[in-house]
């Protein structure tokens, strides 16, 4: 079974970057939509970020100009780079994929700490 691993995560100040690495243990060339989430303590887990097969788009309103999800299928990997990051990103977050194609047992996730 493919196992998601996230990675890329850390401390950052307000108005700085990070790019996140989402890594699959095995294919994700047949999964239609892969997503990014995130969840802060005592909150729902909230999609951030999702990318089909056919590279189309969407993102939540919160994140709209400063976030970018892509997807390498050869390389196994999603990636969301984050930038102009605020207080109100700071979460742990975790890719998954769709339910009916590609989704899998949550993993660890990584955390996203921003703050001055």
């Known amino acids: 079974q493919v196992q998601f691993v996230e990675s890329g995560g850390g401390l950052v100040q307000p108005g700085g970057s990070l790019r996140l690495s989402c890594a699959a243990s095995?294919?994700?060339?047949?999964?239609?939509?892969m997503g990014w989430y995130r969840q802060a303590p005592g909150k729902q887990r909230e999609l951030v970020a999702t990318?089909?097969?056919?590279?189309?788009?969407n993102y939540a309103d919160s994140v709209k100009g400063r976030f970018t999800i892509s997807r390498d299928n050869a390389k196994n990997t999603v990636y969301l780079q984050m930038n102009s990051l605020k207080p109100e990103d700071t979460a742990v977050y975790y890719c998954?994929?769709?339910?009916?194609?590609?989704?899998?047992?949550w993993g660890q996730g990584t955390q996203v700490t921003v703050s001055s």
């Open positions: 998954n994929g769709d339910k009916i194609t590609g989704y899998n047992s």
């Open positions: 095995g294919s994700i060339f047949r999964i239609y939509a």
């Open positions: 990318i089909t097969s056919g590279l189309i788009t």
